[in-house]
Nanobody, 125 residues
Framework: QVYLMESGGGSVQPGGSLTLSCRDS????????MGWFRQGTAKEREGVAL???????FYEDSVKGRFIISLDNANNTLALQMNGLKPEDPALYYC???????????????????WGQGTQVSVSS
């Protein structure tokens, strides 16, 4: 059984930074793709960043150059460093693991089996 728990959310001013963490209790990070997704108010859930099982990194266009996804293998923790936060970034951010199929896009939320409960990110001045 895989249990994912996110932490690190909060409120920052525009241009600020936050680092989210996702603790993986089931070692999914050692075997499969893991990623970060977000869902803003009245918006659909969308993929933000992904690390494949062999270490390839993928980002949604709006976060390229600002967000960095990384994996701490020793602690089974997936991180998302978010820099230059913008007013369009606030959302509930989720960690997900275990890509189900290669026929769906890598960053499709439909493509992941295990999910955490989410951590809230707010950006306001």
């Amino acid at each position: 059984q895989v249990y994912l728990m996110e932490s690190g959310g909060g409120s920052v001013q525009p241009g600020g930074s936050l680092t989210l963490s996702c603790r993986d209790s089931g070692n999914a990070s050692l075997k499969s793709a893991m990623g970060w997704f977000r869902q803003g108010t009245a918006k659909e859930r969308e993929g933000v960043a992904l690390r494949t099982g062999n270490g390839e990194l993928f980002y949604e266009d709006s976060v390229k150059g600002r967000f960095i996804i990384s994996l701490d293998n020793a602690n089974n923790t997936l991180a998302l460093q978010m820099n230059g936060l913008k007013p369009e970034d606030p959302a509930l951010y989720y960690c997900a693991a275990y890509r189900l199929t290669a026929t769906l896009p890598r960053l499709s939320p439909l493509n992941y089996k295990y999910w955490g409960q989410g951590t809230q990110v707010s950006v306001s001045s």
